[in-house]
């Protein structure tokens, strides 16, 4: 596909790929939107641009393979707790001292981690958020429509039965 508008309008290329398979649910601002981003992005990589902004030169791509052990480690650091979500009860330079000598963290500068580091608390704060609301709503539904003590059939769900303790009881003393 070409990439300049002038040589395939995105409205010749929807034409063009509206009836093609995986996209039966896709809407017309969708893949303009997709089609100019794809675009750009071929033609960052086709002409080996750099980012534009001089702080950011030394920083890598974080959706490579060679970011993927820091950011992994971030992220489960702040979803169990270890880094705290609140800048203002760890700051980045605080954080940073404990993971700039550690594996995958090798090329990363300090501006980099500073700016993923936000965008990675905001990412699991919204994300343990959304878990406590969705876990709030299992509860009331739970209360709601509490589950079954026996199937359709009438028999007797095993996990709540008192049949799986004895058997666990007895696997445990290597009673089977």
Avoid at 53 to 82: C, F, H, M, Y
Avoid at 136 to 154: A, I, S, Y
Wanted: with cysteine; aromatic share 10%; net charge negative.
């Amino acid at each position: 596909m070409p990439l300049e508008n002038s040589e395939l309008t995105v409205e010749d290329a929807w034409v063009r790929y509206e009836k093609e398979e995986g996209f039966e649910n896709v809407v017309f601002s969708q893949f303009k939107e997709r089609l100019k981003d794809h675009r750009k992005q071929m033609k960052d990589q086709k002409g080996g641009k750099k980012p534009k902004d001089p702080k950011t030169k030394d920083w890598i791509d974080w959706r490579s393979k060679e970011a993927a052990t820091a950011k992994n480690a971030i992220i489960e650091d702040l979803v169990q707790g270890i880094v705290p979500l609140e800048n203002s009860e760890m700051s980045a330079e605080e954080a940073w001292t404990h993971y700039q000598n550690e594996e995958g963290f090798e090329n990363i500068v300090f501006s980099q981690f500073k700016v993923r580091l936000a965008a990675h608390r905001k990412q699991v704060k919204a994300t343990l958020l959304r878990s406590r609301y969705e876990e709030e709503c299992l509860r009331h539904d739970r209360k709601l429509f509490p589950r079954k003590e026996v199937d359709d059939d009438g028999v007797p769900f095993f996990d709540l039965h008192p049949a799986k303790e004895l058997l666990e009881e007895d696997v445990a003393n290597d009673k089977h």
